[in-house]
């Protein structure tokens, strides 16, 4: 299982970003898609996930309204797209993948099995 995340880079206060997650090597039907990321000196955090098969989404309190999690099952890619950002957005993003039976907290990275190398994120105020 391969997932590769790109779309990372330089934006100001107040723009907007789009993260792709390209996803690879099994179905993932039975799978929630995340989104964590993780500012430096800070633990790995949710952002936001997506139920890959009936495209439920979370968000955690800080995404919610800003942030959209989308998913294309035919090209097997998940999407952040990301508004409204902040200087305090900055991080590395990171996609992965939980099966729907490890674990009912899909907030919990410990819980996803398969991690994106991860996209740099920088938000200039």
């Known amino acids: 299982v391969q997932l590769q995340a790109s779309g990372g880079g330089l934006v100001q206060a107040g723009g907007s970003l789009t993260l792709s997650c390209a996803a690879s090597g099994r179905t993932f039907a039975s799978y929630i898609m995340g989104w964590f990321r993780q500012a430096p000196g800070k633990e790995r955090e949710f952002v936001a996930a997506?139920?890959?098969?009936?495209?439920?989404?979370y968000y955690s309190d800080s995404a919610k309204g800003r942030f959209t999690v989308s998913g294309d099952r035919a090209k097997n890619m998940v999407y952040l797209a990301m508004t409204s950002l902040q200087p305090e957005d900055t991080a590395v993003y990171y996609c992965?993948?939980?099966?729907?039976?490890?674990?009912?907290?899909?907030?919990?990275?410990?819980?996803?099995?398969?991690w994106g190398q991860g996209t740099q994120v920088t938000v200039s105020s």
């Open positions: 997506i139920r890959w098969n009936i495209g439920v989404t």
């Open positions: 992965a993948a939980k099966y729907l039976g490890a674990g009912s907290d899909y907030t919990r990275r410990e819980e996803y099995r398969y």
